[in-house]
């Protein structure tokens, strides 16, 4: 595939550790690995999208250079979960002999929590038994997911989101890269609207490129399918202030507009209510209600309705506060 057609997650991302944007302290220890051509087996651990999978290609890729055929396998272990895979393709290629100039070759098993029990105790033989010319990174959402036995022969390396500031540096990049005019508030959109997640950004990021090289605010919220957050805080304020028809109104915005879901729309109250400016008591009293409603909405009730219910709270506790 020629570069210019790739997805822009691949073209964006860094072919080696020195241009990883963020988690500095695990890049800088991940060169040290390379520099000395030896390292243990590894966990990554950590949400979608901070660059477990991208430090894995980027290691290999600076340890075996033109010569990464052979000494380097990439499995999705939630596509290919079972034991099979791990006493058949797993094995197979530990088994044999690296070509490349460093003799470790590594395995690299991408969502590695989706294993089987079954599976990762025969993943933890297999360590085991190559552990002379055969290296493991597992990436993990939740390295609890993964057995004890492996966790006790891995160094786990814990990525967390990234912050504004990397963030910020790898939308100049893309930037750069599209030749893209883009406002300094889109900007801040996409970063509100990933929440550290580099994966989400660039997707979100090149659907907005597609329509245009101009690019502003409402074009990643309506790509992103979600709400600005004055809208959220808005939808709050009228039912706090025990305005529940104009409550209601913002909320069929939401909900026809942007097309939310009612898990979407409590997720962003969630995330907008510590930056309200009202008291510390209705902070409180509304997470415990956007906590009460969201479990009655995953637990099958109408969403419409709990949603409306929840203002409806809301609102009569404005209207009890200014009798």
Same mark, same amino acid.
């Given at each position: 595939m020629?570069n210019?057609d790739?997805p822009?997650?691949?073209?964006?991302?860094?072919?080696?550790?020195?241009?990883v944007?963020g988690?500095?302290?695990i890049?800088?220890?991940?060169?040290?690995f390379?520099?000395?051509?030896?390292?243990p087996n590894?966990?990554?651990?950590?949400?979608?999208?901070i660059?477990k999978?991208?430090?894995a290609?980027?290691?290999?890729?600076d340890?075996?250079?033109d010569?990464i055929?052979?000494?380097?396998?990439e499995?999705?272990?939630?596509?290919?979960?079972?034991?099979d895979?791990?006493?058949g393709?797993?094995?197979?290629f530990?088994r044999?002999?690296?070509?490349?100039?460093?003799?470790?070759k590594?395995?690299?098993?991408?969502?590695?929590?989706a294993l089987?029990?079954?599976?990762?105790?025969?993943?933890?033989?297999?360590m085991?038994k190559?552990?002379s010319?055969?290296?493991?990174?597992?990436?993990a959402?939740?390295?609890s997911?993964i057995?004890d036995?492996?966790?006790?022969?891995?160094v786990?390396?814990r990525? +967390?989101?990234?912050?504004?500031?990397d963030?910020?540096? /790898?939308?100049? %990049? &893309?930037?750069? $890269?599209? #030749?893209?005019? !883009?406002?300094?508030s889109a900007?801040e959109a996409l970063?509100y609207?990933?929440?550290?997640?580099?994966?989400?950004l660039t997707?979100?990021l090149?659907?907005?490129?597609?329509r245009s090289n101009?690019?502003d605010?409402s074009?990643?919220?309506?790509?992103?399918?979600?709400?600005?957050?004055?809208?959220?805080?808005?939808?709050l304020?009228?039912?706090?202030?025990?305005?529940?028809?104009?409550?209601?109104?913002?909320?069929?915005k939401l909900?026809i507009q942007?097309?939310?879901?009612?898990?979407?729309?409590?997720?962003?109250?969630?995330?907008?209510?510590?930056?309200m400016?009202?008291?510390?008591?209705d +902070?409180l009293r509304?997470?415990?209600?956007?906590a009460? /409603?969201?479990? %009655? &909405?995953v637990e $099958?009730? #109408?969403?419409? !309705?709990q949603?409306?219910?929840?203002?409806?709270?809301?609102?009569m506790?404005?209207?009890?506060?200014?009798?």
């Amino acid at each position: 595939m020629d570069n210019l057609d790739l997805p822009w997650t691949e073209k964006y991302r860094p072919k080696s550790l020195n241009d990883v944007i963020g988690q500095n302290e695990i890049v800088k220890r991940l060169r040290s690995f390379v520099k000395t051509g030896n390292f243990p087996n590894m966990i990554f651990a950590g949400p979608a999208g901070i660059g477990k999978t991208t430090c894995a290609i980027a290691i290999a890729n600076d340890l075996y250079k033109d010569r990464i055929e052979g000494a380097f396998k990439e499995l999705n272990a939630s596509d290919a979960r079972g034991i099979d895979v791990i006493r058949g393709e797993v094995k197979e290629f530990a088994r044999t002999l690296s070509l490349a100039d460093v003799p470790i070759k590594i395995i690299f098993l991408d969502e590695a929590d989706a294993l089987t029990t079954d599976a990762q105790h025969a993943l933890r033989r297999t360590m085991e038994k190559f552990s002379s010319e055969t290296r493991f990174i597992l990436s993990a959402n939740y390295a609890s997911k993964i057995i004890d036995p492996i966790q006790s022969r891995c160094v786990v390396f814990r990525f +967390k989101p990234l912050n504004e500031k990397d963030m910020k540096e /790898y939308i100049e %990049r &893309i930037i750069k $890269g599209e #030749n893209l005019d !883009i406002s300094d508030s889109a900007i801040e959109a996409l970063i509100y609207i990933s929440e550290g997640d580099l994966r989400k950004l660039t997707n979100t990021l090149q659907s907005a490129a597609m329509r245009s090289n101009k690019i502003d605010e409402s074009d990643i919220y309506e790509i992103a399918a979600r709400a600005r957050p004055k809208e959220i805080v808005n939808m709050l304020k009228f039912a706090l202030n025990g305005e529940f028809e104009k409550s209601t109104e913002e909320l069929d915005k939401l909900m026809i507009q942007y097309g939310l879901s009612a898990e979407d729309i409590l997720l962003q109250c969630y995330k907008e209510i510590p930056n309200m400016n009202i008291k510390e008591k209705d +902070k409180l009293r509304l997470m415990v209600d956007i906590a009460s /409603y969201n479990f %009655r &909405i995953v637990e $099958g009730a #109408n969403e419409r !309705i709990q949603l409306q219910a929840m203002l409806a709270h809301i609102a009569m506790i404005g209207i009890q506060k200014s009798e």
